[in-house]
């Protein structure tokens, strides 16, 4: 298992709760858009206006085909709510412990 990793500042603050909400929208229609992938997670930081995104994938050849979608993504967002994608890696999937466990905090809760 494979995990691209994408890092993106300059976000609004105040439109995090909008991002979230889309990028959750966006992630019911993983299977269509990117069916190559497996799961996807974002992690933000209001405070600081970052999130990453993280999508899993079985394959390296899998990320590869999905990356001309990923890098569309989020081209018809506003700038205040895509933010600056500020790099792109990927890992290997070292462990996974209880990954059915993970759940997003709900919209508008801070950390």
């Known amino acids: ?20 909400r889309r990028l959750d929208e966006r ?6 858009v990117l069916p190559e992938s497996k799961a996807f997670l974002t992690f933000v930081n209001r405070e600081a206006g970052k999130s990453i995104g993280i999508t899993f994938f ?5 990320i590869e085909a999905a990356e001309p979608a990923l890098a569309s993504f989020p ?24 990954p059915g466990a993970i759940a997003a905090a709900p919209p508008g809760r801070g950390s």
């Open 58 to 62: 079985e394959t390296l050849e899998a």
């Open 27 to 32: 992630s019911g229609r993983h299977a269509e």
């Open 1 to 20: 298992m494979y995990a691209r990793v994408a890092f993106f500042e300059d976000h609004d603050p105040a439109q995090i709760d909008e991002l979230i």
């Open 75 to 98: 081209k018809a967002y506003p700038d205040s709510l895509k933010g600056r994608r500020v790099a792109v890696e990927v890992y290997e999937v070292g462990v996974a412990d209880r």
